[in-house]
């Protein structure tokens, strides 16, 4: 097995945000009283709870718990069993993040989150039409990337870029 450790910095910063973010709605939670009974477990993780009879409750944040957490901020890892160079691991990562996007796009965008057919045969070619485009976007990202493309454009910028071009026919 080979596991690859990547760091990200955008990630990173993403990460911070979302234990702030976390932190905050959990010491909300305990300090009005209303406790989720599924965060539980991240009050007791993150968080000293000291109740009194003459005090009320006393919150206190648990730093060096948030202290090891930050050291994980913006890395993640990628295990294959097959797959040893970490950078055909991270290309393989982001096709199958393209494919998935991709799906989501034509959700989205062309109607295929609702396939409302009258037939067997009409969700096959929907499916079929949309198999096609998938092809053609991992063919697009193929050539963007030996041809250095991705210096000067995103994905979407280029198929912006490509969404302008018409073919007429007489």
Request: aromatic share 12%.
């Amino acid at each position: 097995m080979y596991m690859h450790l990547y760091y990200n910095a955008a990630k990173a910063v993403d990460d911070e945000r979302e234990i702030h973010k976390l932190l905050g709605k959990l010491q909300e939670e305990l300090e009005s009283g209303k406790r989720n009974p599924d965060n539980e477990k991240k009050y007791v993780k993150y968080f000293d709870i000291n109740t009194t009879p003459v005090r009320g409750t006393s919150i206190t944040a648990k730093d060096d718990v948030i202290e090891e957490a930050k050291k994980r901020y913006g890395y993640f890892v990628l295990v294959s069993n097959v797959i040893k160079d970490p950078i055909e691991a991270l290309n393989i990562y982001r096709n199958k993040d393209l494919v998935e996007k991709t799906f989501f796009n034509l959700k989205d965008r062309l109607g295929f989150n609702r396939l409302a057919v009258s037939s067997d045969m009409g969700l096959d070619g929907k499916l079929f039409v949309e198999f096609i485009a998938l092809i053609y976007l991992s063919y697009i990202k193929k050539q963007m990337q030996d041809g250095g493309l991705f210096k000067t454009y995103s994905m979407q910028g280029l198929l912006d870029t490509l969404y302008i071009i018409e073919c007429f026919n007489n």
